[in-house]
């Protein structure tokens, strides 16, 4: 018989793959009655399974198509491929989302209506939700690339510090997430170096400790590839890995754990927002304000795809979860990270070709 717990993995290793690939697409429909209007979702693997969607499709009677994708860029294609008002509802790195309204893709979204004063104030960042006084996206959920182990075969002393992502004492053993800037951001602080100050000066020192690491390395992966080889013990140290590998299955895993070094991680988040051209604005942004309640949170926070901190401080989660997501250090958590930095073309050009280059070594 196969455990919930493999069941889970399964499920999260398609989602990840078809999610890479830009291809997979989901319908949620009323179950016992017929949808009166469909919503046309471009999403993350979290926003596809039904414990989230029904709610919704239920109450207002609707199908909701949900397609998922990874990478902005991967989004940008899909929306250019399809006829205005295809898309409804868009879910996109925070970080992204000034770059979407700049492209005219986010309608405006009616701030008095958006639960703003629940969202951790962290997140309240008016320079990547707002441009001219206007809100186009609301925070909708985050976490930390920091440092996923096994804590029955890595000592707790090791991992409190970044060192451990080059300590030899673990050669064979460390996993290294295979996307180049939050993982080069993670050796950044390790070195004292601000992900926000890195420049092209900075990427030596980086590289020598990129190189270091991948001696070290029994595999370099993506997310589900470096989460795997933690599971299976082919690696105890996952680098840049965090709560978003290991929370959903640290219950029958309780080996698996996570944390954030002294020298601290890097924290990520996703926004959700209405497409400009929607023809469904109104249906939309009822969407969005679901998503974003404490039901909605709750659901997101803990889906099968991937665990992570809703943005929304009134989620509705049990004791258990929020000890899975390590609720109550979120204070140290957030004023020990730093906002995901994206880098400037010259620069992201510089830390693809090290990247590049420590991959080939």
């Known amino acids: 018989m196969i455990s919930s717990f493999t069941r889970n993995l399964i499920s999260r290793r398609r989602a990840l793959q078809l999610g890479a690939a830009g291809l997979a697409t989901m319908t949620i429909t009323p179950k016992f009655a017929k949808a009166a209007d469909e919503l046309n979702c471009l999403v993350w693997c979290d926003h596809t399974h039904a414990r989230l969607l029904d709610p919704f499709a239920e109450k207002h009677g609707v199908t909701i198509n949900v397609k998922e994708y990874e990478g902005t860029g991967t989004a940008y294609s899909l929306v250019e491929q399809s006829q205005p008002g295809d898309w409804d509802v868009f879910v996109i790195d925070s970080v992204d989302v000034p770059g979407a309204v700049e492209k005219g893709l986010l309608a405006e979204l009616p701030e008095a209506e958006m639960p703003w004063d629940d969202i951790f104030p962290e997140l309240r960042q008016p320079q990547l939700h707002f441009k001219d006084g206007k809100l186009y ?112 299955m640290m219950v029958e895993k309780p080996e698996l754990d996570w944390t954030l070094p002294k020298e601290g991680g890097i924290r990520w988040g996703q926004a959700i927002g209405v497409f400009a051209d929607s023809a469904k604005k109104d249906l939309a942004t009822e969407f969005v304000k679901y998503i974003l309640s404490p039901q909605g949170q709750g659901a997101l926070a803990t889906a099968d795809c991937y665990w992570a901190m809703p943005a929304n401080a009134k989620a509705e989660l049990d004791d258990s979860q929020k000890k899975q997501l390590r609720w109550d250090q979120q204070p140290g958590f957030i004023a020990n990270s730093h906002p995901y930095f994206i880098p400037d073309a010259d620069l992201d050009a510089a830390m693809l070709d090290v990247w590049t280059e420590v991959l080939g070594a």
């Open 137 to 248: 996206a609301m925070p909708e959920k985050f976490g930390y690339n920091s440092i996923a182990f096994n804590n029955t075969r890595v000592a707790a002393e090791d991992v409190a510090t970044a060192a451990v992502m080059w300590n030899p004492k673990y050669s064979g053993r460390i996993a290294i997430y295979n996307y180049y800037i939050p993982t080069m951001e993670m050796v950044a602080l390790g070195l004292g170096i601000r992900p926000d100050t890195i420049t092209q000066m900075s990427l030596p020192a980086i590289r020598e400790k990129l190189l270091e690491m991948k001696k070290l390395a029994s595999v370099v992966g993506d997310v589900v590839t470096t989460q795997n080889a933690l599971l299976t013990g082919a690696a105890d140290i996952l680098v840049a890995g965090g709560e978003y590998t290991v929370a959903g």
